[in-house]
């Protein structure tokens, strides 16, 4: 089984409509990641959170929210999607604790968003 | 602020040759870097990594980066491309243990028969 699942792994819908993609893992991290991937771009941060009790902001939150619902879950929404919102999501799981993946994020399949 | 670019957004050999992809960051802080890959319909996985030590690493799948301060570069290396190791190739700096990173933007390897 993943460590790192993501649903949908793929979604269209329209303009405005509200969206929200689900991670979980089963690894145990304390530190959970969403990132966009767009092509040339590589990977940007939408939100990182270091616990359940802390969300911060990445480098392009503007346009989505998230909720760490507990340590192995944590969501992300576009409150009102727009067509350049259309790109691959990614959630990514750390680890805190020295031991071998120290220092190592853990990445979900993706979600393939697509607004029209 | 840390910062990540790749020279070469695809990049192309022949099976059995050498595969190279360059990797450049600016930290101001010593880095910790990182390699990943990301096969088709795929999320990333991790090809290596440098923290603190001996500065060339070595991976999985026989790719090695050697981690050279005074050029700011981390490049990867294959000695012998084969086709499974057509992807897409991330590099990415830390400057915090780890912990929160900046990937660059990509570089799409081909292995041509």
């Known amino acids: 089984d993943a460590d790192v699942t993501q649903t949908p792994r793929n979604r269209i819908t329209k303009t405005g409509k509200r969206i929200m993609l689900e991670c979980s893992q089963t690894k145990g991290h304390d530190r959970m990641y969403w990132y966009r991937q767009d092509p040339g771009l590589g990977l940007q941060l939408i939100y990182y959170s270091f616990d359940v009790k802390d969300i911060n902001k990445g480098e392009i939150s503007d346009g989505y929210s998230v909720s760490r619902q507990a340590q192995a879950k944590f969501s992300l929404s576009l409150e009102s999607a727009i067509p350049n919102q259309t790109a691959l999501y990614f959630c990514?799981?750390?680890?805190?604790?020295?031991?071998?993946?120290?220092?190592?994020?853990?990445f979900g399949p993706g979600t393939r968003l697509t607004v029209l | 602020a840390q910062s990540v670019t790749q020279l070469g957004s695809h990049v192309s050999v022949s099976e059995g040759a050498l595969v190279l992809l360059r990797c450049n960051y600016s930290?101001?802080?010593?880095?910790?870097l990182f390699w990943y890959v990301q096969y088709p319909n795929q999320g990333l996985q991790l090809l290596l990594k440098y923290t603190t030590g001996a500065t060339l690493v070595k991976g999985i799948n026989g790719f090695e980066a050697e981690f050279k301060k005074s050029e700011t570069s981390f490049h990867l290396t294959k000695p012998s491309a084969h086709m499974s190791d057509a992807a897409e190739y991330f590099c990415?700096?830390?400057?915090?243990?780890?912990?929160?990173?900046?990937f660059g933007p990509g570089t799409r390897l081909s292995v041509l028969p």
């Open positions: 990415a700096v830390s400057e915090d243990y780890g912990q929160n990173f900046v």
């Open positions: 930290s101001s802080v010593p880095p910790y």
């Open positions: 990514a799981t750390s680890d805190t604790k020295p031991g071998l993946s120290y220092n190592e994020q853990f």
